[in-house]
């Protein structure tokens, strides 16, 4: 994988994470619900099969984390081999002896540099893994045991949580919008697409996703750019999108049409919401969106949905700062 390949995916992914920061800010569900969430960027057009999420939850939680390599101490000027390189016969020996040990020093911080890359790498294809709570209009979403974010529209504030310390950072936001009715807004910013084959809309049947029946779709689009706009390069692309959608109500969007074309690939190149291209409303279990002509390469956008379960009042806590924690101006 190439630098400019792997800036790109690592990019992308953080796009991804932004979509999901930005929606946790606007949500307002009507009811209790928690899933696990993958999202995942891979080079080239092979998505994953459907019900993929056990695998690729267990693939994240397997990895190392990045404090895991270690980064090698650098060498300090020794006193006594530079007293030494002050007398004529031993002044080389020490002169050696100090370069030897920068040299050294080189040779392991080089070596850590490739080992944090690799897993760098290794933790984009992985993908990342948040878990995510709805409750009423609040949001929680947890990153791992490190950290979480707390959104209470109605009482606007969010809160941030350090798990491992055992803080947390409260802030007012602005008063929670109006709901719009709109499930998509394209931004003036976008890049107008040619759309030169409407998008064809197929159905795959009904499958058990993540444990609950779900509907398939496959969506195909051709579309080409006049210039470079988010993840796409300028030129012709090439869609195919597999969506999986469950009676699950969906907190981050509402009833309505499916996608339009312009508003598919937006979505493709410039991620903006994670909710249904083909039932809004409905909770996406799977979504794959393969695209040639990206900056750095054709890819596929994964989302996955897992280990999902309904909220009460007992789990209103969760959206709360636990006991113990300590404020951290």
């Known amino acids: 994988m190439s630098k400019r390949t792997y800036f790109a995916v690592a990019a992308s ?11 946790a800010a606007q949500a307002a569900p009507s009811r209790g619900i928690a899933y696990d969430q993958v999202l995942r960027q891979i080079m080239g057009t092979t998505a994953p099969p459907p019900d993929s999420f056990a695998a690729d939850a267990a693939r994240i939680a397997a990895l190392p984390p990045m404090s895991s390599v270690p980064l090698p101490t650098a060498p300090g000027t020794n006193a006594a081999l530079g007293v030494l390189s002050m007398l004529p016969l031993v002044g080389g020996i020490a002169a050696v002896a100090n370069q030897a040990s920068q040299l050294a020093y080189g040779a392991a911080l080089e070596a850590a540099e490739t080992k944090f890359t690799a897993l760098g790498r290794e933790s984009t ?34 809160i941030a949580l350090d798990l491992v310390k055992k803080k947390y950072r409260q802030r007012r936001i602005g008063p929670h919008p ?18 030169l084959e409407s998008p064809a809309t197929e159905s795959l049947g009904s ?57 598919i690939v937006g ?21 794959s969106t ?40």
């Open 290 to 329: 393969a695209l040639t002509g990206g900056l750095g390469g054709d890819f596929v956008s994964v989302l996955e949905r897992g280990n999902i379960h309904a909220l009460n009042a007992a789990d209103a806590a969760i959206f709360s700062v636990p006991p113990g924690f300590v404020e951290e101006n």
């Open 207 to 263: 499958a058990t996703i993540a444990g609950w029946p779900a509907r398939g779709y496959r969506t195909t689009a051709t579309f080409t750019l006049p210039q470079t706009s988010g993840l796409c390069a300028r030129g012709r692309h090439e869609l195919v999108e597999v969506e999986y959608v469950a009676d699950l109500p969906d907190p981050e969007s509402k009833l309505g049409p499916a996608l339009s074309a312009s508003q």
């Open 13 to 23: 992914l953080a796009i991804s994470g932004a979509v999901a920061v930005a929606a």
């Open 125 to 158: 294809a992985a993908g990342r893994m948040v878990h995510v709570s709805f409750y009423g209009d609040w949001t929680r979403l947890d990153q791992g045991s490190v950290r979480a974010l707390i959104v209470k529209p109605d009482q606007n504030v969010w």
């Open 267 to 287: 979505e493709a190149c410039g991620p903006k919401a994670l909710g249904s291209h083909r039932e809004p409303g409905r909770l996406v279990l799977f979504r």
């Open 178 to 195: 109006a709901a719009s009715g709109e499930t998509y807004v394209v931004s003036t910013d976008d890049v107008a697409a040619t759309v």
